[in-house]
């Protein structure tokens, strides 16, 4: 089932169930009552395709009934005639009403980024496990499955990104966006990127207290021209500090990866960025853990698995907390090699580590698909006590 994540698959006809083709598609359909197609008003939340079955979110204000089935309706009846009569699919069907007043209680946490459906916060407890080189090869691997990425490097003292997409030398152009200047995402290989290493010399240091940071960061967020993308993956420092909860308090974080390696040190720190997450004060979803480091095989012994340093200490953690594990990632050279030279390892077609971060990926995307169907918008999180902060540090 889990074969094509937005990966071109052909139809009886001859015709692709492209993901963005199909995305483009539904800008011919509105909904009933609506003035804008459902792409524009926003009413498509996501679409996925796997396979011959294609999966298409849907938000729409009107409860009634005939509404609901219309939609539905429409939509199965452009997907079999433009591109496969016997493709499978799918409409989820969600109805909010608009927000009653600006002082509703409920409201989303944080300000949503229009244009930008999925936000994941990628973290770890603790520095040198690999979180920088995660969240670069799962934006790649993003991107060949089909969707639009973009990436925040939120890791304000050790920014990393533009090394890691060979882009260090490049600057932030500012645009005009309905009448108002916005910084212009740096791209490489299909990437948005944004990153304080745009903004500094390679070897200046970033000497801030937490509000600059955090001034920062929101200018980074809210003042850039992100377009449209199905996902935003947040690069956070490590530990449990005060960027992770400006960040969180400004964004609304669809979920969390957490990085870890097996040994017993960053285990518990990462079980600490898990407690974070789930806390009273904060509930965001845990996604997943990843692995990595996994373990070792020279490439004169392919068979082997030399485990350095411990075996599945990451999947018992998950295991203990009750929470995915997305998967592991071994310890091979030339991970860091495409780090350094800024072409993630993602890229390397049909090699064994693209396969790894193609199967982390897929796992992702299948627990982003579970959280929006089963949980609602993460709620507003207000830390402003001393007693909210000891309980992130639980």
């Not at 009933?32 to 009413?43: F, H, I, K, P």
């Not at 690999?130 to 790649?140: D, E, H, I, P, R």
Request: include cysteine; glycine fraction near 8%; hydrophobic fraction near 45%.
């Amino acid at each position: 089932m889990l074969t094509s994540f937005g990966v071109v698959t052909r139809g009886i006809f001859g015709m692709k169930l492209d993901r963005k083709e199909i995305i483009k598609a539904l800008e011919s359909i509105s909904i009933a009552g609506e003035g804008q197609n459902m792409v524009e008003s926003g009413a498509v939340q996501n679409v996925l395709v796997f396979g011959d079955e294609v999966i298409v979110d849907l938000v729409i204000s009107a409860p009634a009934m005939h509404i609901k089935k219309r939609a539905e309706d429409d939509i199965k009846k452009l997907i079999h005639e433009r591109f496969s009569p016997t493709a499978e699919v799918k409409v989820n069907i969600k109805v909010e009403a608009p927000p009653a007043s600006a002082t509703d209680s409920q409201a989303i946490k944080g300000k949503a980024i229009p244009g930008i459906s999925n936000i994941i916060a990628v973290a770890s407890g603790k520095g040198g496990v690999g979180k920088s080189t995660v969240t670069a090869n799962l934006a790649v691997s993003l991107a060949k499955m089909g969707f639009s990425v973009g990436i925040l490097d939120a890791d304000i003292y050790g920014p990393s990104m533009p090394i890691m997409f060979d882009v260090e030398n490049e600057k932030p152009i500012s645009v005009e966006v309905d009448g108002k200047s916005k910084m212009k995402p740096i791209e490489s290989y299909e990437i948005k990127l944004l990153s304080i290493g745009f903004f500094t010399a390679p070897s200046q240091a970033v000497i801030w207290r937490g509000p600059m940071a955090a001034k920062a960061l929101t200018q980074m967020i809210f003042d850039a021209d992100w377009g449209r993308l199905d996902f935003m993956l947040i690069d956070l420092p490590p530990g449990t500090g005060d960027i992770h909860l400006s960040i969180m308090q400004s964004l609304p974080i669809t979920g969390a990866v957490v990085v870890s390696t097996p040994q017993a040190v960053a285990l518990a720190d990462a079980k600490k960025g898990v407690s974070m997450f789930l806390s009273d004060s904060i509930k965001i979803p845990i996604l997943g853990i990843v692995e990595n480091m996994a373990y070792f095989t020279p490439e004169e012994l392919p068979n082997n698995k030399y485990y350095i340093f411990g075996q599945e200490g990451a999947k018992n953690l998950a295991d203990d907390l009750e929470v995915p594990f997305l998967g592991e990632v071994p310890l091979v050279q030339s991970v860091r090699e495409a780090g350094d030279y800024g072409r993630p390892a993602a890229m390397q077609d049909d090699s064994i580590i693209a396969k790894v971060f193609e199967s982390i990926t897929r796992n992702v995307v299948e627990q982003v698909v579970k959280r929006n169907v089963n949980l609602p918008p993460t709620e507003a999180i207000k830390i402003t006590t001393m007693a909210g902060c000891a309980a992130v540090k639980k």
